[in-house]
């Protein structure tokens, strides 16, 4: 299998290339610092070169920055095998809930043989492992699930945030900082961080039911992940925080309380 990562602004060198003969399993990945989650769309075409160029002029389709198509480099992929990797990739994809996917629901699995369906599946991992390398880990859960009699356990090394209406856990990931499941968040913005893109990307989240109202503060219904601790202090805390202000956060034993005060 292989990978070819095409810019939006670079189809015109990538319509010169052998590869937009391959039939192929893609992906569109793009979306902005204010919205509340990167934006991906899958999709699975047997011309390559005509299906990117629609969705350059598609205008529901104006997020995309990148598109990646996974690809045979034997030319053995069929319709019944894009088929299904689309349909692998959708349900996958929202499993893991990392980005908003701009298609609808996977539906229900297409047919392929067992044999046909032990070779996609390690297809499958194969697509996933080189995504992640081009930087679009779209089916790596945010925090991988542990129960104990059946109930979610907080993962090792969490660390805690504290201020007013404020309550909120999280944990380093190898990409930023993921605030978890049930965390609280002050519920307005100060006067000072109004209108700002923090601001704006609550609203997103708001929006989008990442963030819910509860009582006098908004609660994370699911892992969120933040590029950095400081723009995740700024969401759970609804002001301006400095990032050096947060550096003990990481420099501490985990799970110690450190209150941030207004």
């Not at 075409?45 to 969705?55: A, I, P, S, V």
């Not at 089916?139 to 979610?152: A, C, D, K, M, Y």
Request: hydrophobic share 35%; charged share 25%; glycine share 8%.
């Amino acid at each position: 299998m292989l990978a070819l990562a095409v810019p939006r602004n670079g189809l015109e060198r990538f319509a010169q290339r052998p590869e937009v003969g391959h039939i192929a399993t893609y992906f569109l990945f793009g979306g902005s610092d204010e919205e509340a989650k990167p934006v991906a769309y899958i999709g699975q075409t047997e011309d390559l070169k005509k299906r990117f160029y629609q969705h350059d002029k598609d205008e529901k389709k104006e997020f995309w920055t990148v598109a990646v198509a996974l690809i045979s480099r034997t030319h053995t992929f069929t319709q019944a095998h894009i088929r299904w990797l689309e349909w692998k990739s959708i349900a996958e994809a929202q499993e893991a809930n990392r980005y908003r996917l701009e298609n609808g629901n996977a539906g229900s699995e297409p047919f392929v043989t067992e044999p046909i369906r032990a070779d996609l599946e390690e297809i499958f991992e194969t697509g996933s492992l080189l995504l992640e390398a081009l930087g679009f880990p779209i089916f790596r859960p945010l925090v991988s699930s542990r129960s104990e009699g059946g109930n979610r356990t907080d993962p090792p090394d969490v660390w805690t945030l504290t201020g007013p209406q404020a309550s909120a856990k999280g944990i380093f990931s190898p990409t930023g900082f993921v605030v978890l499941k049930g965390s609280k968040c002050r519920a307005t913005m100060t006067p000072s961080a109004k209108g700002s893109p923090f601001d704006k990307r609550r609203e997103s989240m708001t929006a989008e039911g990442v963030l819910v109202r509860e009582v006098d503060s908004l609660v994370f219904t699911e892992d969120y992940e933040f590029k950095s601790p400081s723009g995740s202090a700024a969401i759970v805390l609804g002001r301006h925080a400095n990032g050096s202000t947060l550096t003990p956060l990481a420099a501490t034993a985990a799970q110690k309380q450190i209150p941030i005060s207004n």
